[in-house]
Each structure stands twice: as structure tokens, then as C-alpha cells.
């Protein structure tokens, strides 16, 4: 009876050390596939939404423009990402590449009349006041608006910014990149 005893403890041991052995090992949050990774240059694509949007032919303007530009890139990194407003208008004379060098080319999205209106401009020196933006506008293809109302704009290509951290998200590993500088929303400091 000892001797069974024995056994069917030591059988018992031996299982459950066995079962520990083959449970896997908490991962650190530093690793894996959504661990935390230096932001990697990239050309972005920029897109700034306003309630409000009106342009002259000569000075584009938007009204409660978001305090938020959403950024992302195209292929080989396909990364996305949010800087605050005023920090894009900050870093924009800024770099290498950068938009006074070599102004971007933007598309102007409204709905004019129930009818979408797309009007192309090369933006120069931006403003930010509170929370209207105006940049000085280049006409370079489409019509002017002739009425004001809410719209969306598409900048082509920011080389910024530089530095920050991405991770990878969901069953895709889509990439969400936080710049080192000009975060939004603003996260307290660590």
C-alpha cells in the first residue's frame, strides 16, 4: 500500500512538473510581435478636417479645423499616425525636405451644392489661430468654391517626423506610430 502511494504521488510530481515545462513563458512587454519599435522614416500623407472651409483663389482657410492632422504612408511601411496641428505648422520650414523648400500640393474636398467639389492647391505658410488655419493657396487645378461649408484636406507627402515609437495592431499588424514630438491626443509625461 506504501509502495502505491508513493508511486501515485510521484506520478502526480511528475505530471505537474511536466504540465509547468510546457506552459509558455510570459512574455515581457518589450517583445513580440506588438512590442515597441523606432519609428522609421517615411513620406506621409497628411489630412486635416475642418467644420468650416473657404478659399479666395488666394488665402485657403479652415474654421474649426481638428486639433488633430492624421498622418499616414504609403507602401513599404503602410504606418499611420496623429500630430497635433500646431506641431506640423511648427516643423514646417523644418528639415531637409521640408514644405518651404518645397511646398506641398494638397486637394481640397467639399461638398458644394450636394455635389463633391475637389480643388487642387500648392499650400504656403500656414497660421494657426485658436482653432482656424489659413495656408496661402496656389490654384492649380479644379474650380474655387463658391460657398464655404465643412471639408477635408489631403496634404501629399511630409518627410516628418523624426523619431518616435510604432507598434503593430491587430490580426493584420496594421502599424500605429506616436511621433517623439507634437502627440495627439497629449498624453501627460511619463
Known sequence: MMTRVFCSALFLVASCVSALAQTPAPTTPNA???????MPPADWLLVQTATSVSYDGKILTLKGVSPGTIMFSDRPQRMTANVA??????????????????????????????????????????????????????????????????????????????????RHYGPWHTVHCEPSYGRYPARPPN
Open 85 to 166: 496641428t500646431q506641431a506640423l505648422i511648427d516643423e514646417w520650414n523644418k528639415g531637409q525636405r521640408n514644405f518651404e523648400k518645397d511646398p506641398p500640393n494638397a486637394n481640397l474636398s467639399m461638398l458644394v451644392n450636394g455635389k463633391e467639389q475637389n480643388t487642387i492647391v500648392e499650400l504656403t505658410n500656414p497660421k494657426l489661430s485658436g482653432d482656424t488655419l489659413t495656408y496661402d493657396a496656389r490654384l492649380l487645378d479644379g474650380g474655387i468654391p463658391k460657398t464655404t461649408g465643412p471639408g477635408t484636406l489631403f496634404i501629399d507627402w511630409w518627410e516628418g517626423p523624426n523619431g518616435g515609437v510604432c
Open 32 to 38: 513580440g510581435p506588438s512590442a515597441p519599435f523606432p
